[in-house]
Nanobody, 124 residues
Framework: QVQLVESGGGLVQAGGSLRLSCAAS??????MGWFRQAPGKEREFIAG????????RYADSVKGRSTISRDNAENTVYLQMNSLKPEDTAVYYC???????????????????WGQGTQVTVSS
């Protein structure tokens, strides 16, 4: 059974930085993604990384401000977010995809396991 636990969220001022972590147990050498859901909005893909870390992709909304990385020895995926904006306020989720080892898909339907989410609030 795969379990994902996010951490690192919190309250930060605009322009600040946060690093989110997603600790995985179970089948962990898999493609991982980060998504977020703001109040009243649909959940959206923001970043993904393949099983080896050799391929990453980002949504335009965070490209250039965020970096996804992984440490397979620690079974952890990270999302470093810089230059945060109030519109980055959301619950952030990590997800694991069992079926696409080479490139992280952007559709949440492709992901098989989800964490419980961590709140990120950016004040102006």
């Amino acid at each position: 059974q795969v379990q994902l636990v996010e951490s690192g969220g919190g309250l930060v001022q605009a322009g600040g930085s946060l690093r989110l972590s997603c600790a995985a147990s179970g089948r962990t050498s898999s493609t991982m993604g980060w998504f977020r859901q703001a109040p009243g909005k649909e959940r959206e893909f923001i970043a993904g990384i393949n099983w080896s870390g050799s391929n990453t992709r980002y949504a335009d909304s965070v490209k250039g401000r965020s970096t996804i990385s992984r440490d397979n020895a620690e079974n952890t995926v990270y999302l470093q977010m810089n230059s945060l904006k109030p519109e980055d306020t959301a619950v952030y989720y990590c997800a694991l995809d069992l079926r696409h080892p080479l490139v992280a898909p952007s559709s949440e339907r492709e992901y098989d396991y989800w964490g419980q989410g961590t709140q990120v609030t950016v004040s102006s």
